[in-house]
């Protein structure tokens, strides 16, 4: 089946990496608003029997879910046989449980949303924590790649001496397959989140790491809380300012520069989100 690619809005730099890559045809839309703020959307390629492939990272999602649905849509209304979206990072994994009675439990909601619209998802590392695989919400097949060898390689060939952190529990999944990969010793670290940007971080004896260039592995960088705390209390045992890696650039408000500002040596992303600090690609993970 012949395969045809499009890029969501700005997705376009990926996109082109994984057509150059699968040697797939590139699809041409036109996506725009309307003067009352409606969604436009037209598929200028011919997607007729063809495997329609759209590319649609998911940080801050409420804006790209109508314009992602729509085209969906559209593809399947023109006769595409199947629609596969690729989302490196897929949003509303976090609130996965009901903390406080009367909340949503988004992570179904969205879920049902992206299952109604799409065959097939391929996705980056998403925040499975009380849940074990996306299955348990997502209704179409799913396909999951991780990064974690992408990143061994990064720190193995770039770090000289690391200490692998995980700033929490639900960490450990990544940060020790990192570790492993990477010939590095790693400790996690114990958080309490209070709030959307109040966390609390515990660090353990990390004395005998003190020559160690400690590097902090996440797969979420939002807020930055979870970094930044960690760098204040790593600061106090006395050790080297950390490299930061996350997965998801997400940097909510001003959070990439607060991280830089509150000491961290460099930050480190893959990029499953276009941002400056990108320096891991990871696009193969994603071909079909
Ligand atoms: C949550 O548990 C994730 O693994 C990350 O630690 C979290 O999303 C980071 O969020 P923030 O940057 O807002 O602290």
Known sequence: MKKIVFALPGNEILTEILIHKEKAEKGFIEIRAFPDGETYVRILSDVKDKKVILVCTLHNPDSKLLPLYFMAKTAKELGAKTVTLIAPYLSYMRQDTVFQPGEAVTSTYF?????????????????????????????????????????????????????LIGPDSESEQWVSEVAKNANAPYIILTKVRHGDRDVEISVPLIEKYKDFTPVLVDDIISTGRTMIETIKRLKTAGMKPPICIGVHAVFAGNAYQEILNSGAKEIITCNTIPHESNRIDISDLLLI
């Open 111 to 163: 879920a049902h949303i992206i299952s109604s619209m799409a065959d097939t998802l391929i996705t980056i590392d998403p925040h499975l924590h009380r849940r074990s695989s996306l299955s348990e919400i997502y209704t179409i097949p799913s396909r999951v790649e991780h990064a974690a060898n992408h990143i061994s390689s990064w720190v193995k060939y770039t770090i000289e001496n690391p200490i």
